[in-house]
C-alpha cells in the first residue's frame, strides 16, 4: 500500500490522506491529535474495507460531539475488532 512519511515519523495510509485532503477541518484536527491518537486513527483507517468507511472515519474527526481522549476514541471511534 502506498503511504505517505510525515516528520513525526507517522506514515499515512493514502487513502487516509486522500479523504483528509477533502476535508481541511479533519486535517487539521489530525494535525492537533498527539501522536498515539494519531497512531491509533491510522490503524483505524487500515482496517476501513470500503471508501465510504474511510469518510467516515475522517468525517468523525469534525463531529464536536466525538471526543479523543488518553489515545482512546470514543463512540464511532472505536477501533474495530477483526472477525
Known amino acids: 500500500m502506498d503511504k505517505r512519511n510525515y516528520s513525526n515519523g507517522l506514515e499515512l495510509p493514502l487513502?487516509?490522506?486522500?479523504?483528509m485532503a477533502q476535508n481541511p477541518q479533519a486535517m487539521e484536527r489530525f494535525a492537533s491529535l498527539?501522536?498515539?491518537?494519531?497512531?491509533?486513527?491510522?490503524?483505524?483507517?487500515?482496517?476501513?474495507?470500503s471508501k465510504g468507511e474511510m469518510q467516515?472515519?475522517?468525517e468523525s474527526l469534525?463531529?464536536?460531539s466525538q471526543s479523543v481522549t488518553g489515545?482512546?476514541?470514543t463512540n464511532n471511534m472505536l477501533p474495530r475488532q477483526n472477525i
Open 15 to 19: 487513502g487516509l490522506a486522500m479523504a
Open 71 to 73: 489515545g482512546i476514541y
Open 62 to 64: 469534525n463531529d464536536s
Open 34 to 49: 498527539t501522536p498515539l491518537q494519531k497512531k491509533q486513527l491510522i490503524s483505524n483507517a487500515h482496517n476501513a474495507h
Open 56 to 58: 467516515s472515519l475522517v
